[in-house]
């Protein structure tokens, strides 16, 4: 079914500030190798400036989804935007003061306005939106190109140009974002049955707890937890994978051919992976119109735990086979997302929608990268181990599905109703 003018205008908004948020996001990890050379600063304390910038971009999904239930999606995302192009001309601007802890202060102000835009996006779109998987695959498709395009553009660009000035092209997107998005019309509750008024409204901290309450009494508990397990599968694997790579046998000794000296393979097969994500989120997208939301979730979390298993015994095959390897994994580690997307939309009440979306990415980008510190020291282990962790990680995740599936979803309800009469 082709997508009506309100559908194609959220999307269209929606799209631009997904692949801002990720093409911010992914050009910072460039500038890190920058800075280690500009500033006589060591490797710890850059990490711990860079982690400043992404730790906000987590735990501030939460606040995010309460300020989009109470402000409004479309104006919390022109902030966004606004935000993260301007924290990016602040980080450009800390080079007059040759600081890095004035970079620090910008990568902050990038975190906080950045930590928003998941809640607020998902919201408007499972709201506003009749066809909402095939936004949801389209919209995810926007995100893996600012994935992709991020850390090439700015790597690019630091061939001809200072980091500073690679800073402020790299916002200039962002603010003709926002002017698109002030002249951008649609209704974000075209496909909802409350009102405007009534999703906008203000919560009190008794009625925030209240409606956290709720959720949690609700189906949303375990989708919550299944979205937490594949937060932790994804950060892990898309942390360490393009070390690992690096490190096979079988790229030893690739020739990428003259004037490509010194480049990574491991590089462009992690690109592919991302790449083929694409087609993944669009797959995903549209088939959670044809497939239950917890169906397919347990499906694809089944396939990655496979895939996951099978690793180690592929990794010593040769590089075509690596390849179609990483290719399977990037197809269903992203088309899993509209699946999760999706659950949170069918399970969670309309006017709450924000706050769903906000915990929902509390738990992906927030809890999930508890991954990259327990990766870290299990890989220092045992390559087997690593893999065998991620795969515990996406088995609990089918199970949770499965849950879902079989209907515990109205048993959790009526618990939450029982509740509510209680007090």
Known sequence: MALDSNDRSIAGFTMTGHALVHWFETSIPIFLVVWLAEFDVGVALVGVVVALGYAPFGLGALPGGILADRFGTKRLILSCLAGMSLAFLAIAAAALVESIYAIAVGLVLWGVAASVYH?????????????????????????????????????????????QYVAALLALPGLVAVAYGLRAEFDPQAAAETTDEESTKSLSPAELLGSSRALFASAFAIVFVLVTFEGLFYRGTLTYLPEILQGLPAMDGVDLGAGLEGIEPGQYVYVALLVVGMAGQYAGGKLTDRVRAARGLAAIFAILALLALAFVPVSGLGLPVIVAY?????????????????????????DGRGLSYGYTYLGEFGFGAASIAIGGFVLGSSLELFFAMLAGFALVGASLAVALAAGVDWVLWSVGEEATADD
Do not use: D, K
């Not at 709201?127 to 095939?134: D, F, I, L, Y």
């Not at 994994?329 to 399970?347: D, N, S, T």
């Open 119 to 163: 809640p607020a996006g998902l919201s408007l779109i499972s709201t506003g939106v009749e066809e909402r998987g095939t936004v949801f695959a389209w919209h995810g498709i926007a995100g893996n190109v600012g994935i992709a395009l991020g850390p090439f553009v700015a790597a690019t660009l630091l061939i001809v140009l200072e980091w």
């Open 326 to 350: 990483c290719a399977v994994l990037g197809f269903f580690l992203f088309a899993i997302q509209p699946f999760y997307q999706e659950a949170v939309a069918v399970y969670t009440p309309p």
